[in-house]
């Protein structure tokens, strides 16, 4: 009897931005168990990818490792897999840097194991029937899609299936993953059977674990390390010698009979679809399995829908790309500007991945400081003019007002008049760079900005009578368009009883190192108006609420009274107020010469790693007030100065 066939592979990701130590834990736990007790079982092979981020973090910090993998590659026993270095999601980049992110990753697999891959892991699974020319293209014989996939395609599970896009054609493994094809996580050995339980003989079985499910799977076992776990499992499967041999996906080809053809539908993996539904309630609710079938397929680019965070990430990583495109003449500068784009693409940042991606702070951060820096590098010395322009840059049908400036970034939304994007040149950092709130109770998340304003009794910042985040701001002409613009609403408040008009006009004014919003809040009724007029403050300053540090001072030559920054808190009659990264040169500092009193409170969100919810630290919200007596048929001004210093 013919034997049949089995395909081991790992996958193995952590984002950019991600702390020290969970690099290093999940180091101890997933990569080093699992390739140390493969290497102790010769006959037992396996494909293995690993991206860019994580090549390099293990070339500065385990050299060790990268010796075993080559040796391990040498003798045949391992066949490393490419694909796009910073792990991108591929559907949302361009065809240009998916080409220079996965030659990017095939140089370095290159020139440090000696030999070029030949196949491609497609992160998360994100597929799009476009993407088959372009690893066609890439260099690419073959690449990976989970059972599912093959499924919804109509293709058999027992081989590969050949598919193609304008012409071009890339061979695909159907794969049973540890994640996805089991009601629980099963090791190496178990996984097998019970796919040849479920499905029969195949004559190819390929089963991929990606690194994270080594924890579970050594938790569940009870065993002292994970690397027991794995050398019983590698073990029992050189046991099974003689129903099955393992191979890899290249040994595999050359022998293969002719392949069918297939046709794949957009889809991603079966977490990223979950999490992506732009209906808020049913993507929260829903199981790990037994999917309703609207969630299945479709395009991964959906996952832009579910957090605004998401969107404008993708939309400033579009822009950027816009701009390293026309950088001419300075090949070297524009190569440095291509890999700060392409690290800027890491996958995880775009939507709440496994280990927590998006929802974490550091990972936004690093995507932003790596935009930034490209931003940064396209802009040549004495070509480089501040100002302000029109554009539609997150694809709603409207333009946004940006600024850009020689030491800053300003974006301003005409809804609600908001500032939602403050890049700092000199830290790299998007000060408006905080996660919104909700979006698991079925209701949309409410972004957090900055500039929130909202009408309240006087006295007080709780029972909000009036707000004018959804309303709608038309643009005012200006005398100085190129650093200034202005924005205009009439919104309504709910004071005893009656609903009252109000008009608001704001009008932004940058200034280098600052930007000023001067409010003109008029009320055009016959009886006079008393309320609390009050703006909120999203800020980012740093990743670490304990490296966060707050102060302010009445500006009467006082000494400035610090406010601990961890906790909710007030205070009243200040003039200014700073808020600082404790390890960085520069402050933000909000400053108003009428005396305002403030509410502060750190933002935290209870993230999913893994099945196990963490409180993580998104940044600062900082609501600023003031008691306002507005006469009838009149009007009254304040301005807030937010400065960025040295």
Sequence with gaps: MQKSHVIIGAYNHVPEGAEESFFEETYQI??????????RFPEVVAALHYSGSVLRWLEARHPEFLMLLEEMAARKQIELLGGGFFAPLLP????????????????????????????????????????????????????????????????????????EDQGRSVTVFPVFDALESFESLLPPDQAIERVREREGEL??????????????????SGLESPDVLFERSFAAIQ???????????????????????????????????????PDLAAACAGEARGLEPSS?????????????????????MQYVRLLVGQLRGDKSRKKTAQEELWKGQCGEAYWHGPSGGLLRLPVRASAYAALIEAEKTTRQRGSF???????????????????????????????????????????????????????CDGKPPRARRCFHDR?????????????????????????????????????????????????????????KGSLSLEYEISNPEAEPLAIRFATELNLAAGTDASRVGLSGDSGAG???????????????????????????????????ERPFEFVHEPVYRSVDVDGVAHAMYQGSSVSLGWDLDIPASSSTRLAVVLGLKA
Aim: hydrophobic share 35%; proline share 5%; with cysteine.
């Design 239 to 277: 046991r099974e010698g003689l129903p099955y041999e393992t191979t890899t996906p290249g040994r595999f080809l050359k022998t293969s009979r002719r392949l069918a053809r297939a046709y794949f539908p957009g889809c991603a993996s079966e977490l990223l679809m979950r999490r992506s539904l």
């Design 455 to 511: 009408v309240c009794a006087q006295g007080g910042f709780e029972g909000q009578a009036g707000g004018f985040l959804d309303e709608h701001y038309s643009l005012a002409g200006s005398e100085k368009p190129a650093h200034l613009a202005v924005l205009v609403c009439e919104g309504k408040a709910l004071l005893g009883g009656r609903e009252r008009s109000l008009v608001v006009r704001k009008a932004f004014a940058f200034k």
């Design 203 to 220: 004559p190819l079985v390929t089963v991929f674990y990606p690194d994270r499910a080594a924890r579970g799977l050594w938790e569940a």
């Design 385 to 439: 003019s501040p100002g302000v322009i029109f554009a539609d840059i997150d694809f709603d049908g409207e333009k946004e007002i940006l600024y850009q400036g020689g030491d800053y970034n300003a974006y301003v939304h005409l809804r609600g008049g908001l500032l939602f994007e403050l890049d700092s040149l000199k830290t790299r950092r998007n000060y408006a760079n905080v996660l919104a709130d909700g979006g």
């Design 30 to 39: 997933c990569w080093r168990p699992f390739l140390s007790s493969l290497y």
């Design 296 to 316: 299945d397929s479709g395009s991964p680019r959906r996952l832009l829908l579910r957090y605004e965070e998401s969107m404008d990430l993708y939309a400033k």
């Design 92 to 163: 949302l980049v361009a065809g240009s840097d998916r080409l220079g992110q996965i030659e990017l990753l095939t140089t370095y697999i290159r020139k440090a194991f000696g030999r070029r891959p030949r196949g491609s892991w497609i992160q998360e699974y994100a597929w799009e029937p476009g993407l088959a020319s372009a690893l066609q293209t890439c260099g690419f014989d073959y690449t990976f899609l989970p059972e599912r996939h093959f499924r919804l395609a109509g293709a058999g599970l027992g081989l590969p299936s050949v598919t």
């Design 558 to 592: 006082q000494e400035p009274v610090a406010f601990e920054s961890g906790i909710k808190g007030k205070g009243s009659g200040l003039k200014s107020l700073r808020l600082e990264n404790l390890d960085d040169e520069e402050k933000l500092e909000l400053r108003c």
